[in-house]
């Protein structure tokens, strides 16, 4: 990281360091926005994260350093982060965001919902059972022990059913512990999983489906779960996802090695991959199902609703 002094500017006290970093394209609203106020939400040595003081979304806003999970709300630098406590002031726009000792400003922009290449239906419904197993062998299980909320999620989404997707989706917001409840991550997947897979496939009902799933998980994010999640639950109702979770839907699609990326997503936090993973099967077994593969695509669309279904209710 490039660091040269440089004035705090209408900051009563000065800005000791410069840098630029490399922002998440879903960051242009509060970014190019007129300059705002913003406290430390958490900090973690590769990541620190900021409440904006607007109804501007994302809210929050994550600076991160290369080695960490790319958010697809997150503005990336070189280096370590700055030193930082929680609550502790800072101001985002106008280009940049400016804590007590960085001026970080954007030297270039990445697309955290890269489209995605065509598949058919039979590439998908092919994918399913490679996922699935890969999910099911996997010692990193999903939070929702206990659950069924899950399992009314997919088959909600099998049935194209908004009104079971919506009710699903309510049991589901803010559901667990942590900056990311498994129910919100769960969400996630699914939400993204039907936009991108649906695209792929030409299945228009997963991707209003998406629409109208985003639309209520937006809604009802803000007020029940932590600000954090409802900011990844607003990227994902857009289709934006963490690196980790783009490379699985590469491979889904047939664009790179699937294995190998689901294994990075399951390992990530303690059970956010796991959670996300689950989420994103969801969807996939949806798009198989929506798309009528014939009687084999069908068959393995209810093979993975079952599975899905199941681990929700054993929490894995």
Do not use: K
């Not at 922009?109 to 699935?132: E, H, I, N, T």
């Not at 932590?226 to 109702?237: N, Q």
């Not at 689950?278 to 009687?295: E, K, P, S």
């Amino acid at each position: 990281m490039s660091v040269t002094a440089c004035p705090r500017g209408p900051r009563s006290s000065p800005v000791r360091a410069d840098a630029t970093g490399a922002a998440s394209a879903a960051l242009r609203p509060v970014l190019e926005a007129p300059r705002r106020p913003a406290r430390v939400l958490a900090v973690f040595p590769s990541a620190i994260y900021l409440e904006v003081r607007a109804e501007l979304e994302p809210r929050v806003v994550a600076v991160t350093t290369g080695g960490a999970v790319r958010l697809p709300n997150a503005l990336v630098t070189a280096g370590t982060p700055p030193p930082a406590a929680v609550g502790d002031e800072a101001w985002v726009g106008d280009g940049a965001v400016e804590l007590e000792r960085l001026r970080l400003g954007v030297r270039r922009w990445w697309d955290p919902a890269p489209p995605p290449g065509r598949a058919g239906p039979a590439r998908l419904a092919a994918a399913l059972p490679v996922l699935a197993g890969v999910c099911d062998r996997s010692p990193r299980r999903p939070g929702l022990e206990g659950s069924d909320a899950a399992g009314l999620l997919a088959a909600g989404c099998a049935r194209a059913s908004p009104h079971d997707c919506v009710t699903a989706a309510e049991r589901l917001v803010g559901l667990g512990p942590g900056l990311t409840p498994s129910g919100d991550d769960v969400l996630a997947g699914t939400l993204v999983a039907l936009r991108h897979l649906g695209t792929a496939a030409g299945a228009r009902r997963a991707v209003r489906l998406a629409d109208r799933l985003g639309a209520a998980v937006a809604f009802d994010a803000r007020g029940r779960t932590t600000a954090v999640s409802a900011t990844l639950l607003h990227c994902a109702a857009r289709g934006q996802a963490c690196a980790e979770v783009l490379a699985v839907l590469r491979g889904l699609t047939g664009g790179s090695p699937l294995e190998p990326a689901l294994e990075r997503l399951l390992r990530l936090g303690h059970t956010s991959g796991a959670d996300l993973a689950w989420g994103l099967r969801i969807g996939l077994t949806a798009v198989v199902a929506l798309t009528g593969d014939g009687a084999n695509g069908a068959a393995r669309a209810g093979d993975g609703a079952n599975g899905a279904a199941r681990a929700g209710g054993r929490g894995g």
